[in-house]
């Protein structure tokens, strides 16, 4: 087992123990906000292009994908009250923890996404798929407001092929190319400051 997966599986325990009291109350705020499950658990391409499903709380009403397209804009009407607030901190994200702890994802790497998004790469992208996808990157950090970049769009989807994913794939390279243990540290502590700085891009 190596280092990173050392941390990955002690953080990962840690952080769901610890975080459990936030966790429950947050399941309760969403059950009593709308009908449906806690959690959204969505297809998503991990490493080696293996599909595995990404746990979130649920922010959209039920049966949302069948609304809509795979990216959220701010203004999407799918959102629930609760599930915009969590957006807005990036709470929807706790539950990777556990994707974190199993070995799907890892606390830092490219984001996971949809297949559709994956079968678009070219060859040298697909060296996105040699490690393990991330709860957090260096496009997770330029991107915070990406829900507010897709605001107004008529199809958010192009817009974020457009407007986002050349940057994001550019950026998830970038880090397949340099990564470290003391680089996920900095990426990790960066993080949490735009969490508790409430998302806020500098």
Same mark, same amino acid.
């Given at each position: 087992?190596?280092?990173?997966? $050392?941390? +990955?599986? $002690?953080?990962?325990? #840690?952080?769901?123990?610890?975080?459990?009291? @936030?966790?429950?109350?947050?399941?309760?705020?969403?059950? @009593?906000?709308?009908? =449906?499950?806690?959690?959204?658990? =969505?297809?998503?391409?991990?490493?080696?292009?293996?599909?595995?499903?990404?746990?979130?709380?649920?922010? /959209? $009403?039920?049966?949302?994908?069948?609304?809509? =397209?795979?990216? %959220?804009?701010?203004?999407?009407?799918?959102?629930?009250? $609760?599930?915009?607030? *969590?957006?807005?901190?990036?709470? +929807?994200?706790?539950?990777? *923890? /556990?994707?974190?702890?199993?070995g799907?994802?890892?606390? !830092?790497?490219?984001?996971?996404?949809?297949?559709?998004?994956?079968?678009?790469?070219?060859?040298?992208?697909?060296? @996105? #798929?040699?490690v393990?996808?991330?709860?957090?990157?260096? &496009?997770?950090?330029?991107?915070?407001?990406?829900?507010?970049?897709?605001?107004?769009? &008529?199809?958010p989807?192009?817009?974020?092929?457009?407007?986002?994913?050349?940057?994001k !794939?550019r950026?998830? #390279?970038?880090?397949?190319?340099?990564?470290?243990?003391?680089?996920?540290?900095?990426?990790?502590?960066? %993080? #949490? =400051?735009?969490?508790?700085?409430g998302?806020?891009?500098?």
């Open positions: 087992m190596t280092s990173k997966r $050392v941390f +990955d599986v $002690v953080a990962s325990t #840690l952080g769901l123990l610890a975080l459990s009291p @936030l966790l429950v109350a947050i399941a309760v705020l969403i059950k @009593l906000d709308s009908k =449906g499950p806690v959690f959204y658990r =969505g297809d998503r391409v991990g490493k080696d292009g293996r599909s595995f499903r990404i746990f979130k709380f649920r922010t /959209m $009403v039920p049966n949302a994908e069948s609304l809509g =397209g795979s990216s %959220t804009p701010e203004d999407d009407p799918r959102l629930t009250r $609760v599930g915009k607030a *969590l957006r807005r901190r990036k709470l +929807d994200e706790l539950p990777q *923890l /556990m994707n974190v702890l199993t799907d994802m890892s606390f !830092v790497g490219p984001r996971p996404q949809v297949r559709w998004a994956v079968d678009r790469y070219t060859d040298k992208e697909m060296a @996105l #798929l040699s393990r996808p991330g709860i957090t990157d260096y &496009a997770s950090l330029r991107f915070s407001n990406e829900e507010e970049i897709l605001r107004g769009a &008529a199809d989807d192009q817009a974020y092929l457009e407007l986002i994913a050349p940057e !794939v950026l998830g #390279l970038e880090y397949v190319r340099t990564r470290s243990f003391w680089v996920d540290m900095k990426l990790i502590c960066l %993080t #949490l =400051g735009r969490v508790f700085d998302g806020r891009q500098r």
